[in-house]
DNA sequence: TCATAAACGAGACGGTACGTCTTGTCTTTAG
DNA sequence: CTAAAGACAAGACGTACCGTCTCGTTTATGA
């Protein structure tokens, strides 16, 4: 996708010695190593420099601090999910759920989105810098899907524009709301089943939902 | 409500000095407001036991770890959530989701709850804490939401009991999901009309949103 | 030899129920066992405790501190030394010397008293208890080897009394001085020949020293 | 004198910061202060660290042990004994014994030798350690005084090595022994007079003690 | 015989120090 | 000027003992 500069990476002239971009790579893999193996809380800065083959002061020349070192590492991971035209909304909204919900199963994604989001309720620069990393980016899948609908006719133009952002933000939230909290924790699987009767829900409203 | 028992609570026989229960509510009110303060990363037992008046001996006698000790002392603030008849399924849904918006509202609430799932990623035994602990408990809200609307006539009786219970399941990831979601990753505020536009998709339907 | 009143034996009334005297057998050997397996420093309160099946309470009903409890413990140890005639002062003084080197080897003799005098070294109160449940004790002996000396003529009677107990402490110090050093810190045994050539010395002085 | 590298000192290749050599003084000087005020048993690492203005690691970086720093840190408190020649084996011996005498009165060095020696019963590492640190050091005493003595004719050659070694083994054990047993047991001083009489005793033996 | 009073076991309590670990910085040599 | 290595100050961790304090129980008197 699109690249994400590091956050100290001033670049100040052209002297000494450039910046080791295997190091970089070394980095981020033997983060999302060690957040799979330990968990964010007993990830540790030293542990990262020592799998990466890589002094701790490298680290620290490049991130800040664990949080934003661990947001770039994961990042990249949640750029997978995308909107393949399923033929109808239905189709097209149980495809993103499941999509989802692979994603989520995977233990450094897992681990990786809670973690952060843990970490920055109590820090709103950090906060913003999740969205903008990696929650935002998964808005368009929203507008793209309605978009879609509505060129099918399975929905309305909505003409006011900020009404339409509203609308979008909140079925985001609801989907992507419904799809971890199932997952994290209430700990039951996003199957087939679920992803339809959630999708159904969401289409049809309360009154749908019928034995099954 | 009902007893929560400690998890080293052993209280083998009769014999030694019983625990003091006094320290057992000073540690907790402790924990809360050294949550409040500092947040989950920078909370230590030693500080805890600083404030409780308590050595730190007596916090690892009750708690085995940090993460058990902040649940129990958050597990109570969830327990304040209440369904009291509004007249509709509507007012109903809205009034809870309100509810649930204002208690996630204030800080301790937040930083515990997702701090606590966070850490609970890597560790069944503590998931199954939470849930039994904070979560499962805010279910009968659904249930009994449900049994009311269909005593109502607003939604039909679900004969299958497995179907109903997994519906009630549904439900409660979608409305907790949505609400969290909404409040603690897009950080924006659930007021009155966030939670009227989302109780009115949750009873109709995607095709019923509508410019307002 | 004579009894060893508790420092904390107050037995005020008459009233209530009497120290256990097989409590008292039991800490002094648990003690004793403990300081020969875990030495002085690691030696708990707490372990001799559950090592004589009895409380803690017990331990400090009875003793204020570890050093007074050990103290009491290996003091009885030091009360086997004695003068059997030997027929003549050089045999007499090397049968003492091979009998004290003998107790020393033991490990919980060499512990013990080492350990006791360290500490003593800061607690004037503790260093006059060691002399006197210890030390004193065996000087003594050397009053009693004079005496057996001057009747036998190997030695003139001293008319001055202060100048005679100047004499004796001195010569205590050199015999159990030179035994302890060359036994604990220059950790070489002390056997016939040591003992034979350190009792010439100390008969004969240093010009008498020649090749053996 | 000689240089004391220390236990830790594996110095291995070039790399990385080296250690601070101040904080090095600092440490020892900080330990000898703190032994001073505290004593033995009351001297925490801690303490150490923070009247040294270091952190607890660099501490633990160096020595393994609260014994093995105390060691270190004495050690160089005996250095100070000397042999100046004051014409005569008498006068050399009382000189010496004054001396020590004088040493063992500063608190620091009376507490950190028994304790050191105390602590050494149970580890034959550390006793090892304190021999060739503190002890051994000081026996060339023992042979300058007898070679002194011998060309000065008070004392015969002695043609058997191994004998003399013996005897030079002796006479350090029967001096420190008597010394130290003096002043830390017996807790009476070494003064003039008690100088004198272990002197004469030494040089003549037994039967010269006479009235003074 | 039964109340009284002290001693008992068990074990929780407030403290203090331990030795280890992690964080983020600093200081060296090598490239 | 960066890299690797590793020492540094700071401070939290969870454990181990200390000596004290309740508890409920047991065991001798002496009223």
New interface residues.
């Given amino acids: 996708m699109c690249s994400r500069p590091h956050p100290k990476a001033v670049r100040s002239g052209r002297l000494g010695r450039p910046r080791s971009t295997e190091a970089d790579t070394a980095i981020l893999h033997a983060t999302r190593a060690a957040l799979v193996e330990l968990?964010?809380?007993k990830l540790t800065m030293g542990d990262v420099a020592i799998r990466a083959g890589v002094a701790k002061t490298t680290l620290y020349r490049r991130w800040a601090s664990k949080s934003e070192l661990v947001i770039d590492a994961v990042a990249v991971l949640f750029d997978e999910l995308e909107l393949p035209d399923r033929g109808s909304?239905m189709a097209d909204v149980e495809g993103v759920v499941l999509q989802f919900a692979t994603l989520l199963e995977r233990p450094e994604t897992?681990?990786a989105l809670?973690?952060v989001?843990?970490?920055s309720?109590?820090d709103e620069a950090l906060?913003?810098r999740?969205?903008s990393a990696i929650?935002n980016r998964q808005k368009t899948l929203v507008l793209q899907g309605r978009a879609r609908a509505q060129a099918r006719g399975e929905?309305?133009y909505?003409?006011?524009a900020e009404?339409?952002a509203?609308?979008a933000?909140?079925?985001?939230?609801?989907i992507?709301?419904?799809?971890?909290?199932?997952t994290?924790?209430?700990?039951?699987p996003v199957d087939q089943a679920?992803a339809h009767?959630?999708t159904t829900?969401?289409?049809?409203?309360?009154?749908?939902?019928?034995?099954?």
């Fill in positions: 968990g964010w809380s909304l897992r681990t809670m973690a989001v843990a970490e309720t109590r906060r913003s999740i969205r929650v929905l309305p909505e003409e006011n009404s339409a509203r609308n933000d909140l079925i985001f939230d609801v992507a709301g419904a799809v971890v909290h199932r994290l924790v209430s700990a039951e679920w009767s959630f829900l969401l289409l049809s409203g309360l009154t749908s939902l019928r034995n099954s």
